[in-house]
């Protein structure tokens, strides 16, 4: 059985040779270890051998966003001013925004150390601005989904794995806007804006979603956004107002077109998992194993395994600093808790990845552990 062939038949609930396996974001496709950019952390050495492993020996899931040609004007962007300069080992981005006699400003650092992006001041601070936000001028949907890039990568891949077409939900456009403890506050006493920003956010969104879906139908997809709304930070009512009521029309759009639609929700999944469930969704992940989620993966399975194919259930700061001999319990009851009775299928997937410069022999033999034993898994 081929990768790619384990993979589609886990989405479609056939049986399979053994359990998939996959290191989320690193595939050895995005990963450049020749680029000599300063803010690269994949050209230091410690990361050749994951890289290899990733490539020879895992069911590479590869996340694609679709971009649009020929879409109409972007009506905000003769109201943006962007600047980008270096300091200290450190990238910076700021944005402004003209929003009537408002001028919102954000701003983003990249440290050459480390994998990832922080939002350092965030374009919306008030209640004030977030309306002046709502009455800026609204996008149009239009153009042509651009499937060149998603394709080549199908190409590139082969028989070793598929392509996830990768998409936020409209809750991950907004809350990001203002920084957590300021969204929280207007989250729960801002209902009637709130919604008004994710319906101006699914008007262009949705339809985007089933253009793309059409264009390049028959791909699992992943929606990441949800967990925003996902106790304990909002009441399991408002994951449901504010997350799963706009990500089903996406899961509906993405599945008439033969499509299989992943739900992203890190933390605890215990209270939301029926609104989860109800938008229809065949996929769930990473499915956090306690402390760091609240339900474990055998619940999962037995209530929704029917259902949605499970992804996940290693965390990634255990593969970063567990005792290999222990971190092998923790994959041992994935396999377990994730293949028991009937269900759909199990993709054995970190909750995220390392994002430090060098790779320690501790995680490397760790990710070789998940390998070792996904490999070797027999079912029985």
């Not at 650092?109 to 800026?136: G, N, S």
Request: glycine share 6%; hydrophobic share 40%; aromatic share 8%.
């Amino acid at each position: 059985m081929t990768r790619r062939e384990r993979l589609m038949r886990t989405l479609e609930g056939k049986p399979v040779d053994r359990p998939p396996v996959c290191f989320y974001e690193i595939n050895a496709i995005d990963e450049d270890p020749d680029d000599p950019d300063p803010f690269n952390v994949f050209n230091d050495p410690s990361w050749l051998p994951l890289l290899d492993l990733a490539r020879a020996r895992t069911d590479r899931i590869v996340l694609r966003g679709v971009p649009f040609v020929n879409a109409p004007p972007d009506p905000l962007e003769p109201l943006r001013a962007f600047e980008r300069w270096e300091e200290n080992e450190s990238r910076f981005e700021r944005t402004t925004l003209r929003a009537g006699d408002r001028l919102l400003t954000t701003m983003n650092r990249q440290d050459r150390a480390v994998y990832t992006i922080w939002t350092v001041e965030h374009l919306l601070k008030t209640v004030d601005d977030f309306k002046a936000w709502l009455d800026l001028p609204q996008e149009e949907f239009g153009g042509t989904p651009d499937t060149t890039e998603v394709l080549a990568v199908e190409e590139q891949l082969g028989d070793s794995g598929i392509v996830c077409i990768d998409t936020p939900d409209p809750l991950c456009h907004v809350a990001p806007l203002f920084d957590m403890g300021t969204y929280l506050i207007v989250a729960m006493t801002e209902n009637a804006l709130m919604h008004r920003a994710l319906e101006r956010v699914a008007s262009l969104l949705l339809p985007r979603v089933d253009a793309v879906a059409k264009a390049l139908p028959g791909r699992l997809w992943r929606i990441f956004g949800p967990e925003y709304a996902s106790p304990p930070y909002l009441p399991p009512s408002l994951f449901e107002e504010y997350a799963a009521r706009y990500v089903t029309p996406m899961v509906e759009a993405i599945q008439r077109h033969g499509g299989y639609a992943r739900v992203h929700s890190h933390g605890n999944l215990r209270d939301i998992l029926d609104h989860i469930a109800a938008t229809g969704c065949r996929g769930l992940d990473p499915i956090e194993p306690p402390p760091q989620g609240d339900v474990t993966l055998a619940y999962v399975r037995e209530r929704y395994g029917q259902q949605m194919a499970l992804f996940g259930n290693l965390e990634v700061s255990d593969i970063e600093n567990l005792p290999t001999a222990q971190f092998a319990e923790k994959v041992a009851t994935a396999l377990r808790e994730g293949t028991q009775g009937q269900g759909r299928g199990l993709v054995v997937m970190p909750s995220s990845a390392p994002y430090g410069r060098s790779i320690s022999p501790l995680t490397l033999r760790n990710y070789q552990e998940i390998v070792r034993q996904v490999e070797a898994f027999s079912g029985a």
